[in-house]
């Protein structure tokens, strides 16, 4: 156990830099965009160790001011804990690279960076610790940050959107926290592995079924889930663009989705009809989503209803519970944030670069910015599933799962739905980037340096995702976080026991 | 048992100033009040009757004692919420900078 020291240091960098940025940011210019990147920088590094360690170690305890199991704060580096890690901070690192030149427009940078590290640490947190009150805590961090980050701006549209976005996520987190207090009253541990075995000799209770429903509400809100997902095109599309790439990209995932997985597969254990709510919940979402962005003409809700319908093919995949469904799901979360970043990174630019969101007013902006319309491009073949870009590649897995599960219709759903994307990408390239040039348009210019730098970075990713599914990175990567899944309730033993 | 079918009434008149109210400080207000029920609740799981506090002493024995670690917890919670509600306060106040009311229905120009 000597590589341990470094799952706290997850949490404890990205507190280091919020704290040091807002204590030095303001008297030295150039702090807050040297410090939030080599922060952030740093956790990248560390989260493809942990890829490392487990592949090397397996899992990783790591027992807060040396407490045993049940009695502290536990933290778990596990396969799925790794791959949540390297796709939330790899995301991130390109993002804090884009905002060092987009968010010039804003006056107080070292607040920007400063919530942005808060908002990281919330997450990295939610997604190692091994405790279920913790997670509570964590999720609060990062949501608070996140409601802070969409009023940036405070502006009509932000103000509005950032209070509808915290109240009904703040309702989220009361129906968490009153699930996890029930659970409290029946096991009267916190620790989640403690919990996992005791509710495993307990047996199924009307209480574990009522906590159940309480997690699906809360975790859903968090995740946008379809009847839960008011709150999304608002907050996503009125937030600064890379807040939005940020919310879309990762905290919906690692707030929602990696939260209902764990607690549902590792915690509660799945049941058939769990499992069966989650895939008609996912089917909902993929297709309700997409029939409602294919109508915006306002690009980043376009973006933010697509999150939607994303989110639901990850949900159906996890849902079905094979490992081949559950491996899609993986597959395509990690897809799903590096384009849907990559994209709302380009409706920034677009934006920085012509001052409006209005597809209609757009037109021809490929003759001007062919780094943003490439990489545009690119995003929009990966999420509407062209091969050979990655977003194609998890979209099959998913359907072949649905299919050798025998959910024809789940199948069927999800192909109507991938096409519908397809639409409604096109429709975005036709209006903004391909056609005739408009005259006002004729003085825009490319974005600056670090913008394009960090685009055409996660366009490489895009364009190279499929190569995860190869046999010897999917090993390490991918396979161990899909087993950790499917270990199901041994979850404990693996924790208890190492 | 009454006591927490209380807990429960007290959470549903937070939820449904939340979601009926249309001015933005009687929402936030039932925001507050949602929570501390939740909060009661966590309390009142961790109560015994007749319990004693959990100081560990030579000469005594303790029999029965409340639960001590929702209490921690519940406190954690209460800063939680305070943090919340300062913030949606501060919203609020920008909000009506900008729009002049606390009607969330004048407040919506976000749709579709």
Same mark, same amino acid.
């Given at each position: 156990?000597?590589?341990?020291?470094?799952?706290?240091?997850?949490?404890?960098?990205?507190?280091?830099?919020?704290?040091?940025?807002?204590?030095?940011?303001?008297?030295?210019?150039?702090?807050?965009?040297?410090?939030?990147?080599?922060?952030?920088?740093?956790?990248?590094?560390?989260?493809?160790?942990?890829?490392?360690?487990? /592949?090397? +170690?397996?899992? *990783?305890?790591?027992? #807060? @001011?040396?407490?045993? $199991?049940? %009695? &502290? =704060?536990?933290?778990?580096?596990?396969?799925?804990?790794?791959?949540?890690?390297?796709?939330?901070?790899?995301?991130?690192?390109?993002?804090?690279?884009?905002?060092?030149?987009?968010?010039?427009?804003?006056?107080?940078?070292?607040?920007?960076?400063?919530?942005?590290?808060?908002?990281?640490?919330?997450?990295?947190?939610?997604?190692?610790?091994?405790?279920?009150?913790?997670?509570?805590?964590?999720?609060?961090?990062?949501?608070?940050?996140?409601?802070?980050?969409?009023?940036?701006?405070?502006?009509?549209?932000?103000?509005?959107? /950032?209070? +509808?976005?915290? *109240?009904?996520?703040? #309702? @989220?987190?009361?129906? $968490?926290? %009153? &699930? =996890?207090?029930?659970?409290?009253?029946?096991?009267?541990?916190?620790?989640?592995?403690?919990?996992?075995?005791?509710?495993?000799?307990?047996?199924?209770?009307?209480?574990?079924?009522?906590?159940?429903?309480?997690?699906?509400?809360?975790?859903?809100?968090?995740?946008?889930?379809?009847?839960?997902?008011?709150?999304?095109?608002?907050?996503?599309?009125?937030?600064?663009?890379?807040?939005?790439?940020?919310?879309?990209?990762?905290?919906?995932?690692?707030?929602?989705?990696?939260?209902?997985?764990?607690?549902?597969?590792?915690?509660?254990?799945?049941?058939?009809?769990?499992?069966?709510?989650?895939?008609?919940?996912?089917?909902?979402?993929?297709?309700?989503?997409?029939?409602?962005?294919?109508?915006?003409?306002?690009?980043?809700?376009?973006?933010?209803?697509?999150?939607?319908?994303?989110?639901?093919?990850?949900?159906?995949?996890?849902?079905?519970?094979?490992?081949?469904?559950?491996?899609?799901?993986?597959?395509?979360?990690?897809?799903?944030?590096?384009?849907?970043?990559?994209?709302?990174?380009?409706?920034?630019?677009?934006?920085?670069?012509?001052?409006?969101?209005?597809?209609?007013?757009?037109?021809?902006?490929?003759?001007?910015?062919?780094?943003?319309?490439?990489?545009?491009?690119?995003?929009?073949?990966?999420?509407?599933?062209?091969?050979?870009?990655?977003?194609?590649?998890?979209?099959?897995?998913?359907?072949?799962?649905?299919?050798?599960?025998?959910?024809?219709?789940?199948?069927?759903?999800?192909?109507?739905?991938?096409?519908?994307?397809?639409?409604?990408?096109?429709?975005?390239?036709?209006?903004?980037?391909?056609?005739?040039?408009?005259?006002?348009?004729?003085?825009?210019?490319?974005?600056?340096?670090?913008?394009?730098?960090?685009?055409?970075?996660?366009?490489?990713?895009?364009?190279?995702?499929?190569?995860?599914?190869?046999?010897?990175?999917?090993?390490?990567?991918?396979?161990?976080?899909?087993?950790?899944?499917?270990?199901?309730?041994?979850?404990?033993?693996?924790?208890?026991?190492? | 048992?009454?006591?927490?079918?209380?807990?429960?009434?007290?959470?549903?008149?937070?939820?449904?100033?939340?979601?009926?109210?249309?001015?933005?400080?009687?929402?936030?207000?039932?925001?507050?009040?949602?929570?501390?029920?939740?909060?009661?609740?966590?309390?009142?799981?961790?109560?015994?009757?007749?319990?004693?506090?959990?100081?560990?002493?030579?000469?005594?024995?303790?029999?029965?004692?409340?639960?001590?670690?929702?209490?921690?917890?519940?406190?954690?919670?209460?800063?939680?919420?305070?943090?919340?509600?300062?913030?949606?306060?501060?919203?609020?106040?920008?909000?009506?900078?900008?729009?002049?009311?606390?009607?969330?229905?004048?407040?919506?120009?976000?749709?579709?």
């Amino acid at each position: 156990m000597e590589m341990s020291w470094i799952v706290p240091l997850f949490v404890g960098i990205s507190l280091l830099g919020a704290f040091l940025v807002s204590l030095l940011g303001r008297k030295i210019k150039l702090l807050p965009d040297i410090l939030g990147n080599l922060t952030v920088l740093a956790l990248l590094c560390l989260s493809v160790l942990a890829v490392y360690v487990v /592949a090397d +170690k397996g899992v *990783v305890v790591y027992n #807060v @001011g040396n407490w045993r $199991i049940p %009695l &502290g =704060i536990t933290l778990v580096l596990d396969g799925l804990t790794s791959f949540m890690l390297v796709t939330v901070n790899l995301v991130a690192f390109f993002i804090a690279l884009y905002a060092v030149n987009y968010m010039k427009k804003f006056t107080s940078k070292d607040k920007f960076y400063t919530l942005f590290l808060l908002m990281l640490a919330g997450m990295n947190g939610v997604i190692i610790t091994g405790d279920i009150f913790n997670l509570f805590v964590f999720l609060e961090i990062a949501s608070v940050a996140s409601y802070a980050l969409v009023a940036f701006g405070t502006e009509r549209h932000e103000l509005e959107a /950032a209070f +509808k976005y915290a *109240v009904m996520s703040t #309702v @989220g987190s009361l129906f $968490i926290l %009153l &699930g =996890i207090v029930f659970l409290y009253s029946y096991t009267s541990t916190l620790n989640m592995a403690d919990m996992a075995s005791i509710l495993a000799d307990k047996g199924a209770s009307n209480l574990v079924l009522m906590v159940s429903a309480l997690f699906l509400m809360g975790f859903g809100l968090k995740a946008a889930l379809v009847p839960f997902h008011a709150w999304l095109p608002d907050a996503h599309s009125s937030a600064p663009a890379p807040i939005s790439a940020m919310l879309s990209g990762v905290l919906i995932k690692s707030l929602g989705v990696y939260t209902l997985c764990r607690l549902f597969y590792n915690v509660i254990g799945i049941s058939s009809s769990l499992s069966s709510i989650l895939m008609v919940l996912g089917t909902l979402s993929m297709v309700i989503g997409v029939f409602l962005a294919i109508g915006q003409w306002d690009l980043k809700r376009l973006l933010a209803y697509h999150s939607i319908s994303q989110i639901g093919y990850v949900i159906l995949g996890i849902g079905l519970g094979t490992p081949l469904g559950i491996a899609g799901g993986l597959f395509h979360l990690f897809n799903h944030s590096v384009f849907k970043s990559l994209l709302f990174l380009n409706s920034g630019a677009v934006e920085y670069a012509t001052g409006t969101r209005d597809l209609k007013r757009m037109g021809g902006l490929a003759q001007k910015m062919p780094v943003t319309s490439a990489t545009a491009l690119t995003a929009s073949m990966s999420i509407a599933g062209i091969p050979p870009f990655s977003g194609f590649w998890s979209k099959l897995i998913i359907i072949i799962a649905a299919v050798q599960a025998n959910r024809y219709g789940y199948a069927l759903w999800a192909v109507i739905a991938s096409i519908l994307t397809l639409a409604s990408f096109m429709k975005v390239m036709k209006y903004a980037f391909f056609g005739q040039l408009k005259e006002k348009w004729s003085q825009v210019k490319e974005v600056p340096l670090c913008m394009k730098i960090s685009m055409s970075m996660l366009a490489l990713i895009c364009l190279g995702g499929g190569l995860l599914f190869l046999p010897a990175v999917k090993e390490v990567f991918l396979d161990k976080a899909v087993r950790v899944l499917l270990e199901g309730t041994r979850y404990s033993q693996v924790i208890l026991g190492g | 048992m009454i006591i927490y079918f209380l807990c429960l009434v007290l959470f549903c008149i937070g939820l449904y100033c939340i979601l009926r109210k249309r001015n933005i400080i009687k929402i936030i207000v039932g925001i507050i009040i949602a929570e501390y029920a939740v909060n009661l609740l966590f309390i009142l799981v961790a109560y015994r009757k007749n319990g004693r506090s959990p100081i560990l002493s030579p000469d005594t024995e303790i029999i029965n004692m409340v639960d001590p670690l929702p209490q921690a917890l519940v406190l954690t919670s209460i800063v939680i919420g305070l943090a919340v509600t300062s913030l949606l306060v501060v919203i609020a106040m920008r909000i009506y900078e900008k729009y002049g009311t606390f009607d969330i229905t004048k407040i919506r120009e976000l749709k579709g």
